[in-house]
């Protein structure tokens, strides 16, 4: 079984900064990717973005250029860093393993970007 943790969310100004992250307990295989996800009032979650190992990384569209995912897979943690945060940021984030197709989430913790 694994379980996730989130940590690092908060209150931040637009165009400030801000990191996540998320730890993880049980057995991960490094071959399984690790991500963020976000959900926004009405909307669906949606992925922010996914890594498996630092050479294979996914983002989307809308955090390209902005934001960037870690791993480690001795703390079994991934972080995301958020830069130059919009208010369309603004969400509950998701930290997630995806176990041979077996998805795993953490409870989310919440990003507030707003002046």
């Known amino acids: 079984q694994v379980q996730l943790v989130e940590f690092g969310g908060g209150l931040v100004q637009p165009g400030g900064s801000l990191r996540l992250s998320c730890r993880a307990s049980?057995?991960?295989?490094?071959?399984?990717?690790m991500g963020w996800y976000r959900q926004a009032p009405g909307k669906e979650r949606e992925l922010v973005a996914t890594?498996?190992?630092?050479?294979?990384?996914n983002y989307a569209d809308s955090v390209k250029d902005r934001f960037a995912i870690f791993r480690d897979y001795n703390r079994k943690t991934v972080d995301l860093q958020m830069n130059s945060l919009k208010p369309e940021d603004t969400a509950v984030y998701y930290c997630?393993?995806?176990?041979?197709?077996?998805?795993?989430w953490g409870e989310g913790t919440l990003v507030t970007v707003s002046s």
């Open positions: 890594i498996t190992t630092s050479t294979n990384t």
């Open positions: 997630n393993y995806n176990h041979f197709g077996t998805d795993y």
């Open positions: 049980g057995t991960l295989y490094s071959i399984n990717p």
